[in-house]
């Protein structure tokens, strides 16, 4: 994510989708997940998922390390 300045209006769109919000909830046990892994705990297929984990990167609100594994930091 770069320095620039969140508008409001832009993390609450993020923040905005059921699906977002439960993987959210999921990684904040502070277990590090897979999207595969992760997917399949929320029944939705992984592409979906991905979709959504690369607006939670934009935001800096999940990260993932060098083995696919994303968390919250």
């Given amino acids: 994510m770069s320095n620039a300045?969140?508008?409001?209006?832009?993390l609450a769109s993020a923040l905005g989708s059921v699906v977002r919000l439960k993987v959210l909830r999921e990684l904040a046990g502070g277990e590090a997940l897979i999207t595969v892994e992760l997917a399949e705990r929320m029944g939705i297929k992984a592409g979906t998922l991905g979709r959504h984990m690369k607006v939670l990167l934009r935001f800096g609100l999940v990260s993932q390390n060098r083995a696919g594994q994303y968390r919250i930091p």
């Fill in 5 to 10: 300045p969140i508008s409001l209006g832009s």
